[in-house]
């Protein structure tokens, strides 16, 4: 079987009705210190969760269970120094966690176009690493598809920076190995995070991974999911979490989300990508579950300059539009990104982590359940319910809920809870976002119609908005609506009201059978004539007569 198990329509199944209510965890030292503890709670907090964890009827295999970790620098060094691999210093090397075939020659072929990709993308592959695993613990399903799970490790250039730069450069080599190799799931592949997860019942994540076991695995952040999928065939690579959330809930908006995405792909820019773009496009993998396609974009917009905080705002905003006790900074905030991305609507609570910051949010419904307490020994412990781990009470110094659109956020690097006002009061100052709007955004109502009358021509207009738009930070997107603009509007000879009524119908698609077998009976009897259940009219293809573009 292959490790990519792909879901198509059969029979009265259809991927367009997959639902998800899971269980999800996070334990956070806020101060970043890491210690095994931090993983050891996160596992206990998933194992608690088995209730919101989905299993087949013989009870031995689980939808899908997993954990996101920091890497830890102690634990890899002395994995990896028995085997050859000297890995340097902390986050001066990637770690990539795969699901390979089973089948050896199609595993060999994978590994081999991995490493020729990354050599020629300017990086030093250092090695592999089969990841060791107890599969007699798996149920019959989950050990019949299991995938050979190996860890690959990429050397940081000495010309490429830390953090962010360099994972830029593994996101690259990860979507050319994707477009590249059908039978293989990049479960992760970074300087800073990597996951672990699988078919398993909560409880087997830990005995089956023996890395999670060692004592030797410290990590500041730890983000925990069970999957409970309802109408989905589990699998391994659709276990949670992502590379950077995990999700509980759905995303009921997902189809014009993704179709939106792929409308403006050729219009995306960024430096940070220069003369890379054409090799991560497409954005988001179609193949995923619908938390799988939001962390699609959530990374692509992160990697491509936008702050984390600000990349979950823009996905997941809260109810901005007719709320007038809203600061107008913020509101011109979320009306500037509303033109640039839709809102991702849920019902659902998301958490979200690069490594540094963790967080998490509701979407604007708040539907689905999200609770924390703050500890006096600077620990956070969120999930989607209460009672999920034993904490002292006496060491609590918070309980509190999410709300809806709202956000929570930890800095681990700057040791800091940031409220959802300040953070979003941050993001609303970054850049002038009132200015852009009022110079940028027109409302159709709002626009002059005819040419003869006093006020702008649709000719000044559009030379106005073009004006406008320099500096913009989305100039080129912007230009290339008003060009639009100017095609539709400023090359016609006439004025909307001095347009003939033929020329409107004709504009319309109206036909010489449309008004006189249905319009003009209708005007003339008020009455609906009936028509022929059965179209004798020839395929718009074959059709001698003009024909609207749809058809």
């Known amino acids: 079987m292959s490790v990519i198990q792909q879901n198509t329509e059969q029979g009265l199944y259809s991927p367009d009705f997959e639902h998800d209510n899971c269980g999800i965890g996070a334990v956070v030292n ?15 907090i998933v194992e608690n969760l088995e209730h919101r964890a989905g299993k087949d009827a013989e009870g031995k295999t689980g939808d899908g269970v997993g954990i996101l970790l920091q890497i830890s620098h102690k634990f890899f060094t002395n994995v990896c120094r028995p085997l050859g691999i000297f890995l340097g210093s902390e986050r001066d090397y990637g770690v990539g966690m795969f699901f390979f075939p089973q089948d050896e020659l199609k595993r060999n072929q994978a590994k081999n176009i991995f490493e020729v990709i990354v050599e020629k993308e300017g990086l030093k592959f250092l090695g592999w690493r089969e990841v060791p695993i107890r599969k007699e ?50 479960a992760s592949l970074s300087s800073r995070t990597i996951v672990y997860k699988g078919m398993f019942l909560v409880k087997q994540l830990r005995m089956f991974f023996e890395d999670l076991q060692n004592p030797d695995y410290e ?31 759905e995303i009921n908006t997902i189809r014009g989300n993704v179709n939106w995405v792929k409308a403006r792909e050729r219009m995306f820019a960024t430096p940070e990508f220069e003369g890379d773009m054409d090799k991560i496009l497409p954005v988001i993998n179609e193949d995923g579950s619908d938390s799988a396609m939001l962390d699609n974009y959530l990374q692509f917009l992160h990697l491509s300059g936008f702050s984390l905080p600000r990349a979950v705002m823009m996905t997941i905003p809260e ?48 539907l689905r359940p999200a609770r924390y307490y703050l500890t006096s020994d600077d620990m956070i412990i969120l999930s989607s319910e209460v009672g999920v781990t034993d904490v002292d009470e006496s060491t609590i110094i918070k309980k509190e809920r999410l709300h809806p659109g709202k956000m929570l956020l930890i800095d681990t690097e700057k040791g800091k809870i940031i409220s959802d006002e300040e953070i979003k009061k941050e993001e609303a100052l970054h850049k002038p976002y009132a200015e852009w709007v009022k110079k940028t955004l027109v409302e159709i109502d709002n626009l002059p119609l005819n040419t003869d009358k006093k006020g702008d021509t649709w000719h000044d ?6 004006d406008n738009a320099k500096g913009n930070v989305n100039e080129h997107l912007l230009l290339k609506n008003f060009i639009v603009l100017e095609n539709m509007f400023v090359n016609r000879e006439n004025s909307e009201d001095k347009l003939s009524l033929l020329t409107r119908q004709k504009a319309f698609g109206y036909t010489w059978e449309d008004v006189n077998t249905t319009i003009k009976s ?13 179209a004798d009219i020839p395929l718009a293809v074959l059709s001698e007569k003009p024909q609207l573009l749809y058809n």
């Open 137 to 186: 613990i798996l149920g019959k399903k989950a050990l019949e598809c299991m995938p050979c799970i190996m860890q690959g490790f990429i050397e940081r250039p000495k010309k490429v920076k830390q953090g962010l730069d360099f994972d830029r450069r593994l996101y690259v080599v990860r979507r050319v190995f994707e477009q590249s190799s059908d039978d293989t799931y990049v």
């Open 522 to 534: 209708i005007v003339e009897k008020a009455d609906d004539p009936i028509g022929a259940m059965g």
């Open 319 to 366: 109810p901005w539009e007719n709320n007038e006790d809203m600061d107008p900074a913020m509101k011109a905030f979320y009306e500037y990104h509303s033109c640039i991305t839709e809102p991702w609507d849920g019902p659902a609570a998301v958490a979200f982590t690069d490594g540094r910051y963790i967080g998490a949010t509701l979407d604007r419904n708040g």
């Open 461 to 466: 207009l559009v030379h106005k908005l073009k």
């Open 30 to 44: 806020i101060k970043g210190q890491k210690s095994h503890d931090t993983v050891a709670n996160a596992l206990k």
């Open 219 to 249: 990590s500041a952040i730890a983000v925990v999911h069970s999957r409970f999928s309802t109408n989905t065939n589990p699998s391994w690579e659709r276990a949670h979490p992502n590379r950077y959330i995990i999700h509980n809930g």
